[in-house]
């Protein structure tokens, strides 16, 4: 095997990760974006490995993404949507990991709620796991994506200056993108009012600012985060209209980054909320859409990996 090659087992989380790993992710899944434009995209590496989508939060990107991704590779692909009962979470998680074990699943790609509980489920059973999300801690295969959309963009990953705006405090995908391009060299700065940032979020290694103008000041990339209404308990904005003024990206705010500074978003959008129309949908500064496309690829890469070379075969370490 490739000296240079990712060694573990799960895909959890990008904390952990080495630049190494990351890249050769990224390598790999840069070859599926050419076989994903062709008109012949099936390929039968997976054939007979089955990947089971085991969502406990609603997805709609992320699990087609997935489930795209595995049939391209042939393996039979089997969608679960559970629903938490918020009484008995715990015991929910473990015995639907039971269940799924039980049915000798190659890998399984889990997206829930709660932060840890995929780590959680990953321990409980004999195939690779693979974190789609879960709570506000990380979404690997996001940042991944991210990663591969401005690399192919810009070329490279460090020394880019990248601004990660919005909802940080609820935002996995924050984190694991602060994770991965600080790994890869990037220089990175959340903007954000101060009720919409982690404590201490200068020890995850990002400068921080609370004003857009300043925030975005000559950067590279401008990474809008989505509102997370769904995880906010209490007020953390007066209003959408008000966030949309001091927050939301538009060409006024857009002025203070460099020229041929790119905007990307995770989605789903808030239109108007986080970020207007008008930017969101500039071809020619808007990634949003590469975004989706690299995403497919990425997730082959992973799913390559996981299934690949370990499925329920001995872990390499
Ligand atoms: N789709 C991303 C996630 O699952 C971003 C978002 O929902 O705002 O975290």
Redesign the pocket.
Known sequence: MDSHAYRHRHLLGIEGLTPDDIGYVLDLADGYVDINREAEKKKSLLRGRTLINCFFEN?T??RTSFEVAGKRLGADVINMAVAVSSMRKGETLIDTAMTLNAMHPDVLVVRHPESGAVQLLAEKVDCAVINA?DGSHE?PT?ALLDALTIRRRKGKLGGLTVAICGDVLH???ARSNIALLNAMGARVRVVAPRTLLPAAVEHLGVEVFHDMAEGLRDVDIVMM??L?QERMHGSFVPSTREYFHFFGLDYDKLKAAKPDALIMH???MNRGVEIGSEVADDIDRSLIRQQVEMGVAVRMACLEIMAGNFGNGPPIQ
């Open positions: 997805s990107r992320t999300g979404h996001q935002s996995r995908v985060l989505r997370q995770p989605g789903p």
